[in-house]
């Protein structure tokens, strides 16, 4: 058994381009009360859920006329309510065990051209993806407008769009932000939902499992670290890394030095995180090469 003391890599290596998504906020609207219900009306401005997500409690959903929003009218048990809920939908929830609870439904023909606005930070974090379940009824708002803003006054249009359903199935939809740069690493960002085309006053279109992805933000400077080494034969050894290599510069063979005269002549490369590497000179039993 061939013994190497310690192995110093003089590599610079940066980790892989694919970054994890990480959950920002999400409101999942489990005991939203309806307009009809003993505890409400429906709340105009709703935080974030307190058990998934980066921003518990911290990110808001406005319908109460404040962050661009529009003011909607919220009463128990009258024909001029815009804002309810009805029974929600799992579809989309992110927790590992979902709950269909309740989902927010604006509704009423007074409401169209009426506008929410979600509110959440990016701090830290880039290319935000908005995704949700939406069930229309019939006569509910069949046109769906988003704008962004970065201070809640000015917006600007999100081009990105999805169909709206023709059906009264439930749908998840997704609007991918990443081209926005505005919305990378953002004290608040601000996305808005202009609705319209409802045809009734009971009409609504409901949405549940609102959810913001986004990647960790700026390149990945911490290098990798060695893992674990296992000498195969006196001129090979295979390198275990704690993470996934960049794999050009982890396969160039002159990114390996090793004390004694020892050169690397070749790097074979698996899974991104194991380098065997071929040494041009034989290792010697008992020798340290440090
Ligand atoms: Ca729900
Ligand atoms: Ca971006």
């Not at 992110?94 to 979600?118: D, H, M, Y």
């Amino acid at each position: 058994m061939k013994r190497i003391l310690a192995l110093i890599l003089v590599a610079l290596m940066t980790g892989t381009a694919a970054m994890a998504q990480t959950i920002l906020a999400t409101w999942t609207f489990d005991n939203l009360p309806a307009d009809t219900s003993a505890n409400g009306p429906t709340p105009k401005v709703i935080a974030s859920n307190t058990d998934i997500g980066e921003q518990q409690g911290s990110a808001f959903i406005y319908a109460d006329g404040t962050h661009g929003a529009s003011d909607w009218i919220s009463v128990n048990n009258a024909s001029t309510s815009e804002i309810t809920s009805f029974s929600g939908y799992t579809n989309n929830d992110p927790r590992a065990t979902s709950l269909a609870g309740k989902a927010l439904a604006p509704k009423n023909t007074t409401a169209n051209g009426k506008s929410i606005v979600l509110a959440f930070a990016t701090t830290g974090y880039q290319n935000p993806i908005l995704s949700f379940v939406m069930r229309k009824t019939g006569t509910g708002f069949n046109s769906h407008v988003w704008e962004y803003s970065t201070n809640g006054t000015t917006f600007h249009p999100v081009t990105e769009s999805y169909p709206i359903p023709t059906t009264t199935n439930a749908e998840v939809k997704t609007l991918d932000l990443s081209a926005y740069d505005d919305l990378d690493n953002t004290a608040t960002v601000y996305l808005r939902l202009t609705l319209s085309g409802c045809t009734s006053a009971s009409g609504n279109t409901r949405f549940d499992n609102i959810v913001i992805n986004a990647e960790t933000s700026g390149p990945d400077v911490t290098a990798p670290r060695l893992s674990s080494y296992s000498v195969l034969n006196d001129t090979h050894i295979k390198l275990i890394f704690n993470e996934q290599l960049n794999a050009s510069i982890a396969q160039t063979a002159s990114n390996y030095t090793l004390s004694g005269g020892i050169t690397v002549s070749n790097v074979a490369l698996a899974n991104n995180r194991e380098a065997t590497l071929t040494l041009a000179n034989a290792i010697t039993e008992g020798s340290s090469y440090i």
